[in-house]
Nanobody, 119 residues
Framework: QVQLVESGGGLVQAGGSLRLSCAAS????????MGWYRHVPGKQRELVAV???????DYADSVKGRFTISRDNAKNAVYLQMNNLKPEDTSVYYC?????????????WGQGTQVTVSS
């Protein structure tokens, strides 16, 4: 099993910044990719940003140029720097990891962290 613990959410005014962190823990695993998703009630969970073990990144069009995903491989951690936040960025943000353990590959989710952007 891999556990993901997120932190860094909160309340910020429009135009402000927040940095989300997600750390993976467990034993006998290797991370293939880590990313961030967000979920607004009534809508599907959407990809915000993803970073593969090879260093490739992908972002939702709505956050390109404002959000940056980065990773600390030594800590099995991923970060999301969010700048120039907008009210429409308000959501619960979830960390996701795709990890290999033994002969299997599994996906894991964090518990979510609330980001609220006031206008």
């Amino acid at each position: 099993q891999v556990q993901l613990v997120e932190s860094g959410g909160g309340l910020v005014q429009a135009g402000g910044s927040l940095r989300l962190s997600c750390a993976a823990s467990g034993s006998g695993f290797s991370i293939n990719a880590m990313g961030w998703y967000r979920h607004v009630p009534g809508k599907q969970r959407e990809l915000v940003a993803v970073l593969t073990s090879g260093g490739s990144t992908d972002y939702a069009d709505s956050v390109k140029g404002r959000f940056t995903i980065s990773r600390d491989n030594a800590k099995n951690a991923v970060y999301l720097q969010m700048n120039n936040l907008k009210p429409e960025d308000t959501s619960v943000y979830y960390c996701k990891a795709i990890a290999t353990q033994g002969t299997g590959t599994y996906q894991y989710w964090g518990q979510g962290t609330q980001v609220t952007v006031s206008s």
